[in-house]
């Protein structure tokens, strides 16, 4: 049996309607479905037409008149798939090494960034690990600050009430009983000492960022793999300027800030590297990336 065609496109939808779709995605958000997503593209138009009482070819000329039908078009074509202390190693270096490190050096409270948050699980487990470290002091000693382009997403997030397959995806027992309180059959909360130590926050990673301060460690996990090349490089000098020298950058693992960082030498024409002003530091099976001290 063949598998199916990701670029095929599903009965009902048309191809003009998908193109139009992947490239509001990248306007609005940067993010770059390629060709190869088109059927995945369709499918999710199809059943957002389905909703709106509208055939999938006349969501375009729908949505140039009602502004919130190509939110909602957006909001369809985002990936919000999130797990509680997901790729558990990347969590272990923050307990065993990152954390301590940064609460020792941070001359205030630590300032932590989770810039691509979905609904909450990735902020929520590192508030579990703040909590564990310092008990009744974390909202003294961290600002965790946690964002997210989807207010469908941070709405979720910010309510911290989770099915039971959601907190079976990354919880450990203690972490279930420890951090959260069970509300109906299929409903777990996390308990006010945990979810008090995050501030949610619309944040679009393709524009201006707002002036927070500089972070001591940033998460940006699985976002730079979906951004065209452009959007890639411009993202990583605004994450440049928004780490402190010294501070801590966390990637997806198939990613890498390798490519924004040759550019072509305007004399010669050669593709050289960049001056680093990151440095690769593995820690525990993980790597990071740590901006250089003397980096201005």
């Known amino acids: ?23 509001l995605l990248r306007r ?16 999710r138009l199809g059943v957002l037409a389905s909703r709106l009482g509208l055939a999938a070819p006349a969501l375009p000329a729908r949505a140039r008149l009602e502004p919130a039908v190509e939110d909602a078009v957006v909001e369809a ?23 301590p490190a940064v609460l ?6 630590a300032r932590i960034w989770s810039a691509a948050c979905a609904t909450g699980q990735e902020p929520y487990s590192i508030a579990m690990l703040l909590h564990e470290l310092l008990g009744d002091g974390a909202p003294a000693r961290a600002a965790l600050l ?34 959260f309180e ?11 000492s945990v979810r008090d130590l995050v501030r949610f926050e619309r944040i679009n990673l393709i524009d201006p960022l707002p002036p927070r301060g500089q972070q001591d460690v940033i ?24 780490l402190r020298p010294g501070g801590w950058l966390l990637l997806g693992g198939a990613e890498s800030v390798l490519d924004p960082l040759i550019r ?14 990151l440095v690769s530091v593995r820690v525990g099976k993980t790597f990071w990336y740590r901006r250089a001290e003397d980096d201005a």
């Open 1 to 23: 049996m063949c598998a199916p065609d990701d670029a095929a496109t599903p009965t009902g939808v048309d191809h003009a309607a998908v193109e139009w779709a992947r490239a």
């Open 28 to 43: 609005r958000t940067g993010i770059d479905l390629g060709p190869e997503r088109s059927y995945v593209v369709g499918v």
């Open 77 to 99: 074509l985002l990936n919000h798939e999130s797990a509680f202390f997901r790729d558990w190693e990347p969590f272990e270096a923050l307990r065993r090494e990152v954390l």
């Open 104 to 109: 020792r050096e941070a001359r205030g409270p």
């Open 146 to 179: 946690a964002s997210d382009v989807s207010e469908a997403a941070l709405s979720r997030a910010r309510a911290a009430r989770y099915s039971r397959f959601e907190v079976n995806r990354g919880l450990s027992a203690r972490h279930l009983l420890q951090h």
């Open 182 to 192: 069970q509300e109906g059959p299929d409903a777990w909360r996390l308990r006010a």
């Open 219 to 242: 998460l940006l996990r699985n976002v730079m793999i979906y951004l065209g090349a452009a959007e890639r490089a411009a993202l990583l000098a605004r994450i440049r300027a928004a």
């Open 264 to 277: 072509r030498d305007a004399a010669s024409g050669r593709l050289a590297a960049a001056r680093p002003w």
